[in-house]
């Protein structure tokens, strides 16, 4: 006679064949997570720190922002380096003009080669980089003479928040017009 309060037990296979589809860089195809993507569909989850690099490392926006960070900490050394070093006898003005052509100079490689990864001649991609650097500069002479002269705000901090709002209106114009292809 069978016991029907306890359920009667399957035997199960001890191991299952499956075919590895993972491909080689360390990512597991969409559509085979239920992650909600049909298969197909391009957004491959990361299996790995390896492969979360990788996918990071691929994404123009993510080394816009490293190589902007960059770009940021560069100006703002120039910048904060040069006024403290003239002890304000330098107009904040010409200061900003001065680290905005270095800073133009020193980024330049870094957003040709690892932001937008472009090629072709230097001199022409140079001149359309430095008109959106030339709007970064007319950004710092509308807003810092407003945060100073009319906000009371002191020159350094006025510079870190025109740093910080900056980048987002760069991104666009560097792009769509100085690095189209």
């Known amino acids: 006679m069978t016991d029907l309060r306890r359920p009667a037990t399957v035997p199960v296979q001890d191991t299952v064949p499956v075919q590895n589809t993972a ?15 049909a298969p197909g569909e391009n957004s491959a989850r990361p299996r790995s720190l390896v492969g979360l690099v990788k996918a990071l ?3 123009r926006r993510i080394r816009y922002i490293i190589v902007g960070g960059i770009s940021s900490v560069v100006y703002y050394g120039i910048f ?8 304000g006898h330098i107009p904040y003005l010409v200061m900003a003009v001065i680290a905005n052509f270095l800073n133009g100079m ?9 932001v937008f990864r472009t090629t072709g001649p230097w ?5 359309r980089f430095y008109v959106v650097c030339l709007w970064a500069l007319g950004f710092s002479f509308v807003g810092l003479p407003l ?8 020159v ?3 510079q870190a928040i025109i740093i910080v709002v900056s980048p987002i209106i760069n991104y666009q114009m560097s792009k769509y017009w100085a690095f189209r292809r």
């Not at 491909?23 to 993507?37: E, S």
């Not at 904060?80 to 002890?87: D, E, I, N, V, Y």
């Not at 020193?106 to 040709?112: F, G, K, S, V």
């Not at 001199?123 to 001149?127: E, I």
């Open 23 to 37: 491909p080689v860089d360390g990512t597991v195809p969409a559509g085979n997570l239920g992650d909600g993507t």
């Open 57 to 59: 490392a691929a994404d």
């Open 80 to 87: 904060s380096g040069g006024w403290l070093f003239s002890k």
């Open 106 to 114: 020193l980024t330049y490689p870094l957003y040709r080669r690892f």
């Open 123 to 127: 001199v022409p991609g140079f001149l």
């Open 147 to 154: 945060l100073i002269e009319l906000g009371h705000v002191p």
């Open 156 to 158: 350094l901090l006025a």
